[in-house]
């Protein structure tokens, strides 16, 4: 996971705790948005993944905040507006964000292949005009 994180950090500019938080709470959200079998085989696929997921699951990914807990409570669930309010309350912007979500599904593809990284993106509504 080190290998990703300097990734993000170096090509987002910014620094390596924050793009762990970041990558945490976006893989986090793809394990609870996409489609089941393809998003645990990426997962599993990307060394130290599933720590990473652990690790910060709870912290700040469960509802998207107050935003994302209304919209929860109106079925909407909040999907990838949360994602990007609790990324913006990290203090990114929306090009670190962009950037983020590409270098991580980049490297995931890289680690999981095209066609297993692509059923993920395509099984979570408006992921793919982020990547």
């Known amino acids: 996971m080190n290998e990703l994180v300097t990734r993000v950090a170096e090509n987002v500019g910014i620094d390596p705790a924050t793009a762990e938080k970041a990558i945490g709470m976006m893989l986090g959200f793809l394990q609870r948005e996409a489609?089941?079998?393809?998003?645990?085989?990426?997962?599993?696929?990307?060394?130290?993944?599933?720590?990473?997921?652990?690790?910060?699951?709870?912290?700040?990914?469960?509802g998207g905040g107050l935003l994302g807990g209304l919209l929860s409570a109106v079925g909407a669930g909040g999907g990838v507006m949360a994602l990007g309010q609790q990324l913006m309350s990290q203090g990114l912007g929306m090009g670190e964000i962009t950037a983020l979500a590409k270098e991580t599904i980049g490297y995931a593809k890289e680690k999981a292949g095209d066609e297993t990284v692509d059923e993920v993106v395509a099984s979570v509504p408006g992921l793919s005009q982020f990547v």
Do not use: S
């Open 35 to 62: 489609a089941a079998g393809p998003v645990a085989k990426m997962i599993e696929a990307i060394p130290g993944a599933p720590e990473m997921v652990a690790k910060f699951n709870g912290e700040g990914t469960g």
